[in-house]
């Protein structure tokens, strides 16, 4: 069960997506997991063939337990697997035990060691499955049925998904206040040359493949983050790494309450209206279920625009792993003085709240600076 | 179409992209805004869900007219909506 976010602790396992015996490559999906951010297609990350499936549909573990069991390539010759992989076997316990095959009598097959065992150590026989002569219930299987069910959590009453959700982004910021020392910092940049370079561009295009201003600021962020790489780190245990990848997280907030900030992919490398179109399609999917493991792990920055909301300003709150967040208020029209005239501009204050562990003021106030220089000359973003 | 139509056709696409929302209280001649929790991504996906059913170009300085229930009907039904 990987670690989707800073905060995770355990995922429902809800559907495998493959199979036993069936080959995989990088980025293959291949089960459904329910976390507090939603259903979570969970991808692979090397190819091989998936040998066995360890955890059931159904089941609530911790991050961390295998899941299952990918081996690397087939060898050549013999199958991997048999032709006919066994059915799988049904959970031994887990919120639907699989009813074990009464014997004759309509009595548990199970061996008196086995009972006095299941007795100790608080299994009830009938939700255990038996392995030996004919479903006969071994001492094995009940020790296996103890130990599966010590390494799942300590089931709580389901609180609704919104709940959850609100617990998980709780413990994430109480995290980051606790540890992150952020500095803050602001500027105001003149959305002008952009506003209308991006009236133009619309105008040339059916409404399809129309930009928001937003995709230009996570452009911007992703452009100027080439110029401030320390912004562009995870701490991995005690170090803050330097990610090669840009990957910027774009906080998404849900219906109902509650935001993710999954990551749009090689920001950088990408073209506006590529960006847009994945940038449409993130947000349809964070608000309907469907985020990819790697969009929810992968962030190495989060841009988060509460422009909607109608404030200007807006310092976040840094996402752990990550060591900074950019924020974009809403655009609003202000007077601005240009070379010793007072003029009507669209402007937006753009901030930096950032680990001071990680960068200073300086640095950030670079960043923020390299963020209005691009945003100046849009038809280059 | 008629209007009756484009209306229906419009708060069908509302109700797909604010799931949430009674729709059954909806001012007619309020902003979606400021009765829908709704922000420009929302917005953007109405206008092409618009665009794709009803067959109508819509330029982005337009986009104002389409602000209200009414707003939407009005400007449909005069663009062809078909």
Not at chain 1, 172 to 185: C, D, T
Request: proline residues 8%.
């Amino acid at each position: 069960m990987p670690i989707l976010t800073a905060d995770m602790s355990a995922g429902t396992l809800v559907e495998w997506r493959k199979k036993p015996g069936d080959a995989l490559k990088r980025g293959d999906i291949v089960a459904l997991v329910e976390t507090d951010k939603g259903l979570i297609d969970i991808e692979v990350f090397t190819p091989g063939v998936l040998e066995k499936i360890v955890v059931q549909p159904g089941a609530t573990v911790p991050t961390g337990t295998v899941l299952a069991i990918i081996r690397d390539e087939a060898p050549t010759g013999a199958p991997p697997v048999p032709a006919a992989p066994p059915p799988p076997a049904p959970s031994p316990v887990g919120p639907a035990p699989a009813p074990v095959a009464p014997g004759p009598a309509g009595r548990l097959r199970i061996s008196p060691l086995a009972r006095k065992l299941a007795a100790e150590l608080g299994v009830d026989p009938a939700t255990v499955r038996g392995t030996g002569v004919g479903g006969a219930i071994r001492r094995e299987d009940i020790e296996q049925a103890a130990a599966a069910r010590a390494a799942a959590p300590v089931e709580k009453p389901r609180a609704d998904r919104s709940a959850r959700l609100r617990q998980a982004i709780g413990a994430a910021m109480a995290r980051s206040k606790r540890e992150i020392p952020h500095y803050y910092l602001a500027t105001t940049i003149d959305m002008h040359p952009a506003m209308t370079w991006l009236t133009e561009e619309n105008l040339k295009c059916s409404v399809p493949d129309r930009l928001l201003y937003g995709v230009l600021f996570i452009k911007a962020v992703a452009l100027a983050l080439k110029e401030v790489p320390e912004l562009n780190s995870v701490w991995r245990g005690s170090e803050p790494v330097r990610s090669e990848a840009i990957h910027v997280g774009v906080a998404i907030s849900l219906r109902g309450g509650g935001l993710v900030a999954p990551a749009l992919h090689d920001t950088a490398g990408q073209s506006l209206r590529d960006l847009m179109r994945q940038f449409r399609d993130l947000v349809q999917r964070a608000r309907s279920g469907g985020l990819r493991s790697s969009e929810l792990s992968d962030p190495t920055i989060t841009v988060t625009s509460l422009g909607e909301q109608g404030v200007e300003t807006v310092f976040g709150v840094i996402f752990p792993p990550q060591v900074a967040i950019a924020g974009f208020g809403k655009l609003v029209e202000r007077p601005w003085a240009l070379a010793g005239q007072v003029v009507a501009r669209p402007v937006v204050t753009a901030t930096l709240s950032a680990d001071h562990r990680v960068s200073d003021g300086h640095r950030g106030g670079l960043f923020l600076a390299a963020v209005d220089r691009l945003l100046q000359a849009p038809a280059l973003l | 179409m008629t209007r009756d139509e484009i209306r229906t056709t419009v708060l069908r696409t509302l109700g797909e992209i604010a799931p949430e929302a009674d729709l059954s209280t909806l001012k007619a001649d309020v902003s979606f805004r400021d009765q829908l929790d709704v922000d420009s991504m929302d917005l953007l996906n109405f206008v092409i869900a618009l665009h794709a059913m009803l067959h109508v170009d819509i330029p982005e300085v337009d986009y104002p007219k389409l602000a209200t229930l009414d707003g939407c009907v009005d400007y449909l039904a005069a663009a062809g909506a078909r």
